[in-house]
Structure formats: structure tokens, C-alpha cells
Nanobody, 120 residues
């Protein structure tokens, strides 16, 4: 079964850091663009960061620029989101998404999410 699995969430103090991982099983992330999203209860899911497949270009939401870093390790079939200087309001569930578009088929996978809690 094709799966994306997020890990690395947990409890951290304001100003602290966490590194989230997004690992694929039964498919290879090399050809996929990967995005990290987050969603608070009752709110829309918002894009946080993404990384391209071919040239690994990156994008960050304004709210996380300079604090978050996305990277990929194709050998480990994993994409990471390093989150520094975390804020209380970033206590939400983080999701990763893998997308690939070929001439004939679209692929779109989501993980189950990992909870990040920023609290003292």
C-alpha cells in the first residue's frame, strides 16, 4: 500500500526547534514535488513549504521564511522540515503531500499528519 508517513512532531517550548520527516513507502519520492501543510482546528489547511522534484527549488510561506528549512534525502526516500524559533500559534497538525504529474496520470498522496505543540 502506498503511504506517506510524517514523524517528528511533539511538544516543544516557544523558541525551540523540531524536525519533521515525511517518508514514503512503496513509491519513490524522487519524481515528486513535496509540500508541507498545516491545519489548525476549524481553519483551512495552509501551505508552509515545498520542494521541487527535479532541481529541488524551494518555497516558503512568508510566515516561516528564515525559520523553516525544507530538504530532501532521496537515498532515504524522505523529506524534512526543520522548524526553528517555533511560536505558540504554530501548535497545529502538520501534513506532507507528494504530487507528481505525468503525461497521462496525476499522483497525489497525503500523510496522516503529525501534531506539533508549542507550549511552555
Amino acid at each position: 500500500q502506498v503511504q506517506l508517513v510524517e514523524s517528528g512532531g511533539g511538544l516543544v517550548q516557544p523558541g525551540g526547534s523540531l524536525r519533521l520527516s515525511c517518508t514514503a513507502s512503496r513509491f519513490t519520492l524522487d519524481y515528486y514535488a513535496i509540500g508541507w501543510f498545516r491545519q489548525a482546528p476549524g481553519k483551512e489547511r495552509e501551505g508552509v513549504s515545498c520542494i521541487g522534484s527535479s532541481n529541488s527549488s524551494t518555497y516558503y510561506a512568508d510566515s516561516v521564511k528564515g525559520r523553516f528549512t525544507i530538504s530532501r534525502d532521496n537515498a532515504k526516500n524522505t523529506v524534512y522540515l526543520q522548524m526553528n524559533s517555533l511560536k505558540h500559534e504554530e501548535t497545529v497538525v502538520y501534513y506532507c503531500n507528494a504530487k507528481r504529474q505525468t503525461l497521462s496520470t496525476s499522483y497525489d498522496y497525503w500523510g496522516q499528519g503529525t501534531q506539533v505543540t508549542v507550549s511552555s
